[in-house]
């Protein structure tokens, strides 16, 4: 479908992708779609806008890059399912449901007002991108500080609201300056990115972890007790010990000396991390590769 100003081409069935301006037939869409940069609301405006011209009872969205689901009315018999992109960037995967069949006129407007779509979804993307660089270590690839301090200032809120638990688990690499010393900082590195590797690989999929700088450790627990945190704790501090890291000729056993903490009160940032942090230390004043409780 081809016109002076905008240009929707097949890219498989059902896929779809935008490579010029929107057309200004739909300007009230599109005008509605720059007010975010949040890909929820996004398709939220866009499934209200379209409701009087394609009737659905029930949205998906699935964004894979940014581990990202959106659902909202009701799972309907018929839908019409779209896999969108701009060029070669995959913007996501989005779902209209309703009771009775789709019919081929209404497929074909849905498809020109994807075209509003697919824009801001792109910005999205790029800015969800940004933000997600900006709060990576570069080295790690877990988390950052900054990251962390947002996280945890967010999820002190949600428990609170949703008189939930929230839980906190420092990890700190044990004889972690030995490790440079003897085999330099390449080796270091090496040992802190397998170490934040084993720490994803541990933790659940609702789960965060993050860098808090140096050879430390964090990990954010949702909906989390202090005696279920104690289990998470001591599964990943023996899944760190299981682990050997091979450097030339050495093998290094690595350890490491973990502290838990949870929501109690009236907790901030400050104490809840202060809590976890001197548990972290006292792991490592009674002989390190342990858990100890804050």
């Given at each position: 479908?081809?016109?002076?100003?905008?240009?929707?081409?097949?890219?498989?069935?059902?896929?779809?992708?935008?490579?010029?301006?929107?057309?200004?037939?739909?300007?009230?869409?599109?005008?509605?779609?720059?007010?975010?940069?949040?890909?929820?609301?996004?398709?939220?405006?866009?499934?209200?806008?379209?409701?009087?011209?394609?009737?659905?009872?029930?949205?998906?969205?699935?964004?894979?890059?940014?581990?990202?689901?959106?659902?909202?009315?009701?799972?309907?018999?018929?839908?019409?399912?779209?896999?969108?992109?701009?060029?070669?960037?995959?913007?996501?995967?989005?779902?209209?449901?309703?009771?009775?069949?789709?019919?081929?006129?209404?497929?074909?407007?849905?498809?020109?007002?994807?075209?509003?779509?697919?824009?801001?979804?792109r910005n999205a993307t790029?800015?969800?991108?940004?933000?997600?660089?900006?709060?990576?270590?570069?080295?790690?690839?877990?988390?950052?500080r900054a990251a962390f301090?947002?996280?945890?200032?967010?999820?002190?809120?949600?428990?609170?609201?949703?008189?939930?638990?929230?839980?906190?688990?420092?990890?700190?690499?044990?004889?972690?300056?030995?490790?440079?010393?003897?085999?330099?900082?390449e080796c270091g590195d090496?040992?802190?990115?397998?170490?934040?590797?084993?720490?994803?690989?541990?933790?659940?999929?609702?789960?965060?972890?993050?860098?808090?700088?140096?050879?430390?450790?964090?990990?954010?627990?949702?909906?989390?007790?202090?005696?279920?945190?104690?289990?998470?704790?001591?599964?990943?501090?023996?899944?760190?010990?299981?682990?050997?890291?091979?450097?030339?000729?050495?093998?290094?056993?690595?350890?490491?000396?973990?502290?838990?903490?949870?929501?109690?009160?009236?907790?901030?940032?400050?104490?809840?991390?202060?809590?976890?942090?001197?548990?972290?230390?006292?792991?490592?004043?009674?002989?390190?590769?342990?858990?100890?409780?804050?």
């Open positions: 479908m081809k016109d002076k100003s905008a240009e929707l081409a097949v890219v498989s069935n059902k896929t779809f992708a935008a490579s010029t301006a929107v057309n200004l037939h739909h300007y009230d869409i599109s005008s509605a779609l720059q007010t975010t940069l949040e890909f929820d609301e996004l398709i939220g405006i866009f499934c209200n806008k379209i409701q009087a011209t394609i009737p659905h009872n029930g949205v998906e969205y699935i964004n894979e890059e940014f581990n990202m689901e959106f659902k909202r009315g009701l799972v309907a018999r018929h839908s019409c399912n779209y896999a969108l992109k701009v060029e070669d960037q995959q913007l996501g995967e989005l779902k209209l449901m309703r009771s009775q069949r789709f019919g081929k006129e209404e497929l074909k407007m849905l498809e020109s007002l994807l075209c509003c779509l697919i824009y801001p979804l790029l800015f969800q991108q940004a933000v997600k660089m900006a709060y990576t270590d570069p080295l790690t690839k877990a988390n950052n301090n947002d996280c945890l200032q967010r999820e002190i809120k949600r428990a609170d609201r949703a008189a939930q638990h929230l839980s906190l688990i420092f990890v700190d690499v044990d004889h972690f300056k030995t490790i440079n010393d003897n085999y330099g900082h090496l040992a802190l990115a397998s170490v934040a590797g084993w720490l994803m690989d541990s933790v659940r999929g609702s789960d965060a972890v993050f860098r808090f700088g140096g050879e430390e450790f964090v990990i954010l627990l949702g909906d989390t007790d202090l005696q279920g945190a104690a289990v998470i704790a001591e599964r990943i501090r023996a899944d760190i010990e299981s682990h050997a890291l091979a450097y030339g000729m050495d093998v290094l056993n690595i350890t490491a000396s973990l502290g838990v903490s949870t929501l109690i009160g009236d907790d901030n940032i400050e104490s809840i991390v202060k809590r976890a942090d001197t548990a972290m230390y006292r792991a490592k004043q009674q002989g390190r590769n342990r858990v100890c409780l804050g």
